[in-house]
């Protein structure tokens, strides 16, 4: 057992009545770690995110952050879903800093980290600005900052780039990596999108058809910023790929 994990799952069983989701899963997930966690429509890496966060509690099995059972009051976790809104009734500016005002940090510290975020973010012009008044993108910006601002030791995104067009996605994923590797976060990472799972990971979690488990996992061991026209990096793509057909 690697005591050194951030994140350890054991034997993990999640049902539904009498659908069996989350089959008997054991992982662990290092300290820093990048993790992509991919697999088939409906094989529960939501419900697993849930699980983590108690959101739902599973039939049977255990997951541990740091040594101690999950507890998102205890342990410093941040998220990003899907189309999450940023607060409407704050500017960009103001939606930064939220998070950090309820940790009661020192003022500099606040400052510098939102200047920080925002300047990263391409947000600072736009720092007086509330979010009705950008586009549905650019509120993922914020949303993705305000999570990283908090300085999170894990990170949970669950298809955080939801329909974003292409050129914007990989924009703001490179932010992420640069994000990740400023704050040293352990990041859990959902996504149905292969290449961004090979671009963004360390490590790719290949989850099975239900009842789910997990088939295999795959190192990407590969330079960031990534190239995904590289035969390396095109070679991974399609063997996840091939590994999951859902299709
Ligand atoms: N609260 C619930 N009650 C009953 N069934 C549920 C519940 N939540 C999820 N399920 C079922 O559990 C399975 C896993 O769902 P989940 O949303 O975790 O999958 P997913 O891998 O995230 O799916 P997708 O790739 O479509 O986002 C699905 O069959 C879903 O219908």
């Known amino acids: ?7 350890r799952v054991r034997n993990l069983t999640k049902k539904f009545g009498d659908l069996l989701v989350l089959d008997d ?4 997930i290092k300290k820093g770690e990048f993790v992509c966690i991919v697999g088939p429509t409906g094989c529960g890496k939501t419900t697993f995110l849930n699980l983590l966060v108690k959101l739902l509690e599973p039939t049977s099995g255990n997951i541990f952050i740091d040594g101690e059972e999950a507890d998102p009051k ?3 976790l941040s998220f990003v879903f899907q189309e999450q809104s940023a ?5 960009v500016e103001q939606n930064i800093r939220f998070g950090q005002e309820t940790k009661k940090r020192p003022k500099h510290e606040t400052d510098n980290v939102t200047e920080y975020i925002l300047d990263m973010l ?5 720092r007086d600005r509330y979010p009705h008044e950008l586009s549905a993108s650019m509120e993922q910006r914020i949303v993705i900052g305000r999570s990283f601002a908090m300085k999170p030791d894990l990170l949970l995104m669950d298809e955080p780039y939801g329909q974003m067009d292409l050129k914007l996605r990989y924009y703001l994923e490179d932010e992420v990596i640069k994000l990740q590797t400023a704050t040293k976060s352990t990041v859990i990472f959902i996504t149905h999108n292969i290449e961004e799972a090979v671009y963004l990971a360390d490590r790719c979690l290949i989850l099975s058809q239900k009842p789910t488990t997990v088939k295999e996992e795959v190192k990407i061991d590969l330079p960031h910023p990534r190239d995904v026209a590289s035969k390396k990096f095109i070679e991974l793509r399609e063997y996840i790929t091939e590994q999951i057909k859902w299709w």
Do not use: C, Q, R
């Not at 057992?1 to 994140?7: F, L, Q, S, Y």
């Open 1 to 7: 057992m690697d005591t050194k994990a951030k994140v």
């Open 25 to 28: 899963i054991s992982f662990d």
């Open 74 to 76: 205890k342990h410093n």
């Open 87 to 91: 607060f409407p009734w704050l500017t």
């Open 122 to 126: 391409g947000l600072k012009e736009y």
